[in-house]
């Protein structure tokens, strides 16, 4: 089931990858803090993100599909969220499948924040490649050692089939998070107190009624 609202607001939804103890995981967290205020505070638009909606015992699963389903999604795009299962398969893959694989659309409601720290990989799309392809390499060893005839695990094997489809989409849907001009990189992103991004959300909610 969809995570419910709390207010009647229009609500955009992040997907990024969690902070950690490097600096560019402090970066990653401290962009989507600030970017999540600006929105609420000055914009008046709730933000969904998992920090904030999701309670313990809440399903992940749900929570992805509520992003792949969102009107608008504002993908913050990092080394560690190209790698992350729950980012790339759970919920940019599904939001692209959604829009019918098709760049315009997917771009129009996916609005890509892409860090420094992403570049190389988009920029060098087979190392990227070559991660996921030793990530399915490993999902696949214990399924065929415990399930080899594919009876017994359905959902595992769904998820190993989801991780085949990510990689053979992978140049399709980085070139759809590519093909609009965005700010790039922290300092761009944010500057002005998040002025261009902010104003971008508020004509993409207002081109889809969202605002009325």
Same mark, same amino acid.
């Given at each position: 089931?969809?995570?419910?609202?709390?207010?009647?607001?229009?609500?955009?939804?992040?997907?990024?990858?969690?902070? *950690?103890?490097?600096?560019?995981?402090?970066?990653?967290?401290?962009?989507?803090?600030?970017?999540?205020?600006?929105?609420?505070?000055?914009?008046?638009?709730?933000?969904?993100?998992?920090?904030?909606?999701?309670?313990?015992?809440?399903?992940?699963? *749900?929570?992805?599909?509520?992003?792949?389903?969102?009107?608008?999604?504002?993908?913050?795009?990092?080394?560690?969220?190209?790698?992350?299962?729950?980012?790339?398969?759970?919920?940019?893959?599904?939001?692209?499948?959604?829009?019918?694989?098709?760049?315009?659309?997917?771009?129009?409601?996916?609005?890509?924040?892409?860090?420094?720290?992403?570049?190389?990989?988009?920029?060098?799309?087979?190392?990227?490649?070559?991660?996921?392809?030793?990530?399915?390499?490993?999902?696949?060893?214990?399924?065929?050692?415990?399930?080899? *005839?594919?009876?017994?695990?359905?959902?595992?094997?769904?998820?190993?089939?989801?991780?085949?489809?990510?990689?053979?989409?992978?140049?399709?849907?980085?070139?759809?998070?590519?093909?609009?001009?965005?700010?790039?990189?922290?300092?761009?992103?944010?500057?002005?107190?998040?002025?261009?991004?902010?104003?971008?959300?508020?004509?993409?909610?207002?081109?889809?009624?969202?605002?009325?």
């Amino acid at each position: 089931m969809p995570i419910p609202r709390t207010s009647s607001r229009p609500l955009v939804y992040v997907s990024y990858a969690w902070g *950690d103890a490097t600096s560019q995981g402090r970066e990653r967290e401290l962009i989507v803090d600030e970017l999540c205020t600006a929105l609420e505070e000055q914009e008046q638009i709730m933000v969904g993100r998992d920090k904030k909606l999701l309670k313990t015992g809440d399903s992940i699963e *749900d929570f992805a599909a509520d992003i792949a389903r969102g009107g608008l999604v504002l993908a913050v795009i990092s080394r560690k969220s190209l790698r992350s299962h729950w980012c790339m398969v759970d919920e940019l893959l599904q939001a692209f499948r959604r829009r019918n694989f098709n760049a315009n659309e997917f771009g129009s409601d996916v609005l890509a924040l892409i860090l420094d720290d992403a570049r190389d990989d988009l920029d060098n799309l087979a190392d990227l490649i070559g991660h996921w392809s030793e990530a399915i390499k490993k999902e696949r060893t214990p399924l065929e050692l415990a399930d080899p *005839d594919r009876r017994f695990s359905p959902d595992s094997w769904q998820r190993l089939d989801q991780m085949h489809e990510l990689r053979a989409r992978l140049p399709d849907l980085i070139r759809s998070l590519r093909i609009r001009a965005m700010p790039r990189g922290y300092l761009a992103i944010s500057r002005k107190d998040f002025s261009e991004i902010r104003e971008l959300v508020v004509n993409r909610l207002n081109e889809k009624g969202s605002l009325a």
